[in-house]
């Protein structure tokens, strides 16, 4: 007969597991031991459970090479990305991981293959900037997850009622405020990654005056200086007498007629903080309109970054092509292709007229 007990660390919460044999995730360190010992547990609990590892699921494999750029960039950012959230929403990402995913990423989106080298065309933190400024609003995974992690101290630190808020105010905190909680040398991983951001979500906390009590007194910024904890040192904040966990409406002498506020997190806000940036372009926002093709906008794209492969630059990497231009024997280049080429400026010329705006060749 199994006999079924409460998970060492959760009595309280009266969690009898952490892990659910559904479709799982391991995240570990690549090494040889640590594979042997995730192979050795999965083994243990298939004996136990009867439930074998289904090596036909275990793969992570992209590719579609019968796609074409902006294929492949349409599916990115709509189900990679979409599954990134997901997965850093819920539980911090190891760097190595969010490397290999990235590598990936841009093996398949470059080459349309799931691993090996890749021709990258444009700068991979190009790709990252959003539309109006010029790239392809993908989604820096590392930045992002650090948007998730703010959000998950944010939950903590608020006190929200889910059974993990409660299980970390129990077995992490013990009654000390996240803001002031000293890391330890034992601390696992995770932990810490969180605690790390700490100095970042309340850089971007806000404030607002209105109901509620749960302003703390030392770690909330509730004043223009920040968290009254930061500016005081250690005799300072013991000569005011007031408790750690102190809130706000309790500090009558400081606030009197029990001023109430709140504190918010606004995760927009954390994300601007963090991600990539660059000047608003103006052609960003007719590139990608809903009326155009998504295969010639990504032309243009590709053009707008001077970045073809256009002969003058096939001859600039040595390779031996006729640098020619095939319509009229001119020089091949960006500026040539699109707007010198005696066959351009004809194919200019009929959809300016078509447009009523042709005005003569040269304007
Ligand atoms: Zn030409």
């Not at 005081?232 to 001023?259: C, F, H, N, Y």
Request: proline share 4%; net charge positive.
């Amino acid at each position: 007969m199994l006999v079924f007990s409460f998970h060492h660390l959760s009595q309280a919460e009266q969690i009898t597991h952490t892990r659910f044999a559904d479709d799982m995730v391991i995240v570990v360190s690549p090494t040889q031991r640590n594979i042997k010992i995730v192979q050795y547990y999965l083994e243990v609990f298939g004996e136990i459970t009867r439930l074998k590892l289904n090596c036909v699921k275990v793969k992570f494999t992209l590719g579609a090479r019968q796609l074409s750029f902006g294929g492949r960039a349409q599916l990115v950012r709509s189900s990679i990305f979409g599954l990134q959230n997901f997965w850093c929403a819920n539980i911090p990402i190891p760097k190595y991981v969010i490397h290999e995913v990235e590598q990936r990423i841009r093996t398949f989106l470059w080459d349309g293959k799931d691993k090996g080298p890749y021709h990258s065309k444009v700068a991979w933190k190009t790709l990252f900037l959003p539309l109006k400024e010029g790239g392809l609003g993908f989604k820096c995974m590392l930045s992002w997850s650090r948007v998730c992690l703010g959000k998950l101290l944010w939950n903590i630190a608020s006190m929200k009622q889910t059974l993990w808020v409660q299980w970390v105010q129990n077995v992490r905190l013990k009654g000390v405020s996240v803001w002031a909680y000293k890391r330890r040398g034992r601390d696992p991983w995770y932990w810490c990654k969180i605690l790390k951001v700490r100095p970042l979500v309340r850089q971007k906390l806000q404030v607002s005056v209105g109901n509620g009590d749960n302003v703390l007194f030392w770690y909330d910024p509730w004043c223009a200086l920040g968290p009254v904890w930061d500016y005081l040192d250690e005799t300072e904040r013991a000569s005011l007498q007031i408790p750690l966990g102190a809130k706000l409406s309790e500090v009558e002498w400081i606030m009197p007629g029990a001023r109430r506020q709140t504190v918010r997190l606004v995760q927009s806000h954390l994300w601007g903080e963090v991600r990539c940036r660059s000047a608003t372009v103006s052609w960003g926002k007719w590139l990608w309109s809903c009326y155009g093709i998504p295969k010639f906008a990504f032309i243009v794209w590709f053009l707008l970054q001077n970045r073809l492969r256009t002969k003058d630059r096939l001859c600039r990497w040595g390779m031996e092509v006729d640098p020619h231009c095939v319509l009229c024997g001119g020089f091949e280049t960006h500026d040539h292709l699109f707007f010198e080429c005696s066959y351009a400026a004809e194919v200019w010329r009929v959809i300016l007229q078509r447009l009523g705006e042709y005005r003569g060749a040269k304007s």
